[in-house]
């Protein structure tokens, strides 16, 4: 079984930082893309940043400059640091990514249960 769990969302004032974490564990053979995503009460989800296995990042134009992805293989852990916060970034935030269990397969999507990042004064 494969399982992403994310940590650190929370409450944070307009123009806070917060961080937020994702763990994959189970049978694990490969990670390859690992991202983040975000949906806000009445709306889709968009995707908010990505990061390839080799540590290449992309960003949602809205986030440039603010926020920052990262990822650890050795603890299989994705990391999206956010900064200078602003209300519209409130959402449920879904770490996602490609895993393959074995080297024979080709690698699959995974989604994490989400973690709650409010914005607000």
């Known amino acids: 079984q494969v399982q992403l769990v994310e940590s650190g969302g929370g409450l944070v004032q307009p123009g806070g930082s917060l961080r937020l974490s994702c763990a994959a564990s189970?049978?694990?053979?490969?990670?390859?893309?690992m991202g983040w995503y975000r949906q806000a009460p009445g709306k889709e989800r968009e995707l908010v940043a990505t990061?390839?296995?080799?540590?290449?990042?992309n960003y949602v134009d809205s986030v440039k400059g603010r926020f920052t992805i990262s990822r650890n293989n050795a603890v299989r852990t994705v990391v999206l640091q956010m900064a200078s916060l602003k209300p519209e970034d409130t959402a449920v935030y879904y770490c996602?990514?490609?895993?393959?269990?074995?080297?024979?397969?080709?690698?699959?999507?995974?989604w994490g249960q989400g973690t709650q990042v409010t914005v607000s004064s």
């Open positions: 996602n990514a490609e895993i393959a269990r074995t080297a024979y397969f080709n690698s699959r999507v995974y």
């Open positions: 189970g049978s694990i053979s490969r990670i390859d893309t």
């Open positions: 990061i390839t296995s080799g540590g290449w990042p």
